[in-house]
């Protein structure tokens, strides 16, 4: 699905880890719920509902633990809204729902959305889960498809059940060569990759804040003096 040779003609802004990635478009396809799909949803496969409730029980931490300072809650709405668009600029594609046909297992077990033929943890991190709660994503947010369970807990036969907001920004930027040459033939690869390129910046700036907090609580914890900022602002 991905060769090297692939990878090397990534576009810009591009995932390279292989598990990490995954399709707006894919996951565009259908948040409507018909009622047969509910009383599947009641007989999940118990690893789906594991990987969920690792997710959740993260994001409830994330949430409890302190109120993300108002820099950081910024950075995560921005983020939010840059996931909302670039979904919206990817949904008409056709690559992500055909992509997986004849790929191996995990991967192949639907027609489409190959890179969702991760574990569920890679894609979300620990930086991932926090740019979430910070941004307002919450447990009951974590709908699951209808379905097998082949690779990401939120993959199904019709692509993500979650909303874009809340997805990884991995998943919202990866684009994987199939897709780029897709975009590129309708003109549109360059406005993705500036736009893939503008939520890994922000991404990286909000883990960056947000690991600093954390340094500083746990250098206020072993000792608060040292937590205190220095005459001349620096510590
Ligand atoms: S076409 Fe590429 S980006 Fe889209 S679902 Fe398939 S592997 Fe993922
Ligand atoms: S959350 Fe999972 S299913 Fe959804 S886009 Fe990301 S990898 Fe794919």
Redo the contacts with the bound molecule.
Sequence with gaps: ?RTSAARDRLPRGAVLDPGA???L??TQLSMWVPARQLVSRLRQPRSRAEERGDVARRLRAEARASAAPPEERRLAARLRACREAMAGILADVR??AS??TGCVYPHGAFA?????GTETHRVFSDEEVAALAAGGTRPRHLTVPAGEHAGCAFRGPSGCSLRAADRPNACIR???Y??SRELYAAGRLEEVENLAETIQRAFEDLSALREARRERQWLADIHPALAEPAPDGKR
């Design positions: 699905m990635g995954c399709v478009p894919f690559s992500c992509c997986a489409g959305g190959a890179c969702c990866y684009v994987c199939e897709l």
